[in-house]
T-cell receptor, first 116, second 111 residues
Framework: DGGITQSPKYLFRKEGQNVTLSCEQN?????MYWYRQDPGQGLRLIYY???????QKGDIAEGYSVSREKKESFPLTVTSAQKNPTAFYLC???????????????FGEGSRLTVL | AQSVTQLDSQVPVFEEAPVELRCNYS??????LFWYVQYPNQGLQLLLK??????LVKGINGFEAEFNKSQTSFHLRKPSVHISDTAEYFC?????????FGAGTRLTVKP
């Protein structure tokens, strides 16, 4: 079935460790996104990518890094520089502006990261 | 960059009453506007979107929204709500693929 797969679903990390969250899509979408969801703050954009080998910072990129080496994959690394990493992370994908279906984001089930 | 403000964090309403969830946006360029819904323990689902054309947009589950450029608003409405509409609703905006969401409005429908 087509969709977005995020892994792991739950992750625990010690302070000072980097962790990488996986996001894979088989929808043939060009654009991919990473959001952080905290209670009362909605979804905040971390990074987004419109095409392979290109990505842009969102509103809260500090302490995070991404890569887009393949169209299907957009992994997010939470580095030790992120001061408050405990959160729920959502990956999404969509078609690009000007194409049929633009604007409808398809979301993964999310990854919940807890720093111990 | 574009941004949206959802004016109400929580909206309680009785079943079969009308409801309006408010959303204002800011942008220096033309924008595309969206409403998403998140039911408990589920992902986000697109309710409706405004890309161009008619300013009144109809979506799924009887919801509609009106784009008002002069007031920079995109309020979501439903004439008669059901218990099953209880969920969190997010307004979102994009100029060109940088989709940004509001803080969300929790709609609680009471019997």
């Amino acid at each position: 079935d087509g969709g977005i797969t995020q892994s792991p679903k739950y992750l625990f990390r010690k302070e000072g460790q980097n962790v990488t969250l996986s996001c894979e899509q088989n929808l043939n979408h060009d654009a991919m996104y990473w959001y952080r969801q905290d209670p009362g703050q909605g979804l905040r954009l971390i990074y987004y990518s419109q095409i392979v080998n290109d990505f842009q910072k969102g509103d809260i990129a500090e302490g995070y890094s991404v890569s887009r080496e393949k169209k299907e994959s957009f992994p997010l690394t939470v580095t030790s520089a992120q001061k408050n990493p405990t959160a729920f992370y959502l990956c999404a994908s969509s078609t690009r502006a000007g194409r049929v279906g633009f604007g409808e984001l398809f979301f993964g089930e999310g990854s919940r990261l807890t720093v111990l | 960059a574009q941004s949206v403000t959802q004016l109400d964090s929580q909206v309680p309403v009785f079943e079969e009453a009308p409801v309006e969830l408010r959303c204002n946006y800011s942008s220096s360029v033309s924008v595309y506007l969206f409403w998403y819904v998140q039911y408990p323990n589920q992902g986000l689902q697109l309710l409706l979107k405004y890309l161009s054309g008619s300013t009144l947009v109809k979506g799924i589950n009887g919801f509609e929204a009106e784009f008002n450029k002069s007031q920079t608003s995109f309020h979501l409405r439903k004439p008669s709500v059901h218990i099953s509409d209880t969920a969190e609703y997010f307004c979102a905006v994009t100029g060109n693929n940088d989709m940004r969401f509001g803080a969300g409005t929790r709609l609680t429908v009471k019997p």
